[in-house]
């Protein structure tokens, strides 16, 4: 029981229905004996810290959770955890950067890629390509909106449109 309370980790203090949930889980993964339990908690823990490392370096501040071990479980079947940690640095930045490191070792692996050192000349040759295909189109010389200057009277039609906008509402004075 011991064990059980120290792989459900927070404070310590869970009643049964939490511990015999916790039983439950360990049963499940075929886990009955007190070493393959220590050994699975052993491994979550490997698990979460790997995650930790790849929410730092991919710019990441999300907490480490059951499900991020789970994904750095699937992620260690695609790459070894030095190109993950690559692929992490490649999606620092990047809107969605779990999906984007899943994406590159999808990638990775279906073109072969085993090392940071492939990895890092497919990403430069990726970036070489997207340059060399890119059109030379001039910047826009055209003022942004936020930086032209109107005269009085186009402020004046401003100002006219928008009170047509104003006609019959419940703030209008009477």
């Known amino acids: 029981m011991q064990r059980v309370a120290e ?3 927070g404070s310590g203090r869970y009643g049964m229905d939490d511990l015999t949930r916790q039983m439950t889980s360990f049963l499940e993964r075929g886990l009955k004996t007190d070493a393959q339990i220590a050994d699975y908690m052993d491994q979550q823990k490997l698990l979460r810290g790997q995650m930790a490392r790849v929410y730092e370096v991919s710019g990441q501040k999300t907490p480490v ?5 789970a994904q750095m479980e699937e992620w260690l079947r695609l790459a070894s955890f030095p190109v993950i940690l690559y692929a992490a640095e490649c999606a620092r930045g990047t809107a969605l950067p779990s999906q984007y490191i899943a994406k590159l070792l999808k990638e990775w692996k279906k073109a072969g890629i085993a090392t940071v050192e492939e990895a890092r ?4 040759a990726g970036h070489a390509a997207a340059a060399a295909s890119a059109p030379d189109v001039p910047p826009s010389t055209a003022p942004k909106s936020d930086q032209r200057t109107r005269t009085h009277e186009e402020m004046n039609g401003f100002a006219a449109d928008l009170s047509r906008f104003r006609g019959g509402g419940k703030h209008d004075a009477e």
């Open 65 to 69: 959770t059951a499900a991020s071990a």
């Open 7 to 9: 792989g459900m980790g």
């Open 121 to 124: 000349r497919r990403n430069a």
